[in-house]
T-cell receptor
Framework: EAGVTQFPSHSVIEKGQTVTLRCDPISGHDNLYWYRRVMGKEIKFLLHFVKESKQDESGMPNNRFLAERTGGTYSTLKVQPAELEDSGVYFC?????????????????FGPGTRLTVT | KNQVEQSPQSLIILEGKNCTLQCNYTVSPFSNLRWYKQDTGRGPVSLTIMTFSENTKSNGRYTATLDADTKQSSLHITASQLSDSASYICVVSEGYGGATNKLIFGTGTLLAVQP
């Protein structure tokens, strides 16, 4: 079974440009999450999709970030216009069950991340 | 404020030795606690998941403990191998049963196992 994949693995853009990150979750996983790790800091939650609907987008830093999940399959995260502080590693994760209180329920499987550098 | 703190920040040990990583959290409501291993350039991979009623969970040479009263957890690695070199991240799931659970991450402990 294929894991979570992300594209591209690396992206270097100039301040003010636009970048779109893509995430393909594990097939059949309704839940898709985006996270970000800024250098020296912990991984932080950005948002959570259940199928094509945004369940929780409380972690999105500002309106320069737009996430979509058309058709409830893959997701894109667009940053427009990019700023220097947007540099970091963006992780995507998917899960079958959003309820994390059980031992296996809510197990999230992470992709390898996209390293974004804004210069 | 919900937080997860880990210690030490980094650790160097010799191959074959044991080590213990620590995690303290102030997350409420608490759903479960997870330890992840993150190799360089890869995404985090789950090692263990424990609910509040579980106080120990093993996965091969990895053993996690949880004290829900003191809000502390530890990850013990036995007979370390070179492949154990990675960042180990403590993650607490915030939320009630039936609600969306949000993961709160620690900054990780960077472990280097030397031959």
């Amino acid at each position: 079974e294929a894991g979570v994949t992300q594209f591209p693995s690396h992206s270097v853009i100039e301040k003010g440009q636009t970048v779109t990150l893509r995430c393909d979750p594990i097939s059949g996983h309704d839940n898709l999450y985006w996270y970000r790790r800024v250098m020296g800091k912990e991984i932080k939650f950005l948002l959570h999709f259940v199928k094509e609907s945004k369940q929780d987008e409380s972690g999105m830093p500002n309106n320069r970030f737009l996430a979509e999940r058309t058709g409830g399959t893959y997701s894109t995260l667009k940053v427009q216009p990019a700023e220097l502080e947007d540099s970091g590693v963006y992780f995507c994760a998917s899960s079958q069950d959003q309820f994390g209180h059980s031992a296996r329920g809510g197990e999230q499987y992470f992709g390898p991340g996209t390293r974004l550098t804004v210069t | 404020k919900n937080q997860v703190e880990q210690s030490p920040q980094s650790l160097i040990i010799l191959e074959g030795k044991n080590c213990t990583l620590q995690c303290n959290y102030t997350v409420s409501p608490f759903s479960n606690l997870r330890w992840y291993k993150q190799d360089t350039g890869r995404g985090p991979v789950s090692l263990t998941i424990m609910t509040f009623s579980e106080n120990t969970k093993s996965n091969g040479r990895y053993t996690a403990t949880l004290d829900a009263d003191t809000k502390q957890s530890s990850l013990h690695i036995t007979a370390s191998q070179l492949s154990d070199s990675a960042s180990y991240i403590c993650v607490v799931s915030e939320g009630y049963g039936g609600a969306t659970n949000k993961l709160i991450f620690g900054t990780g402990t960077l472990l280097a196992v030397q031959p």
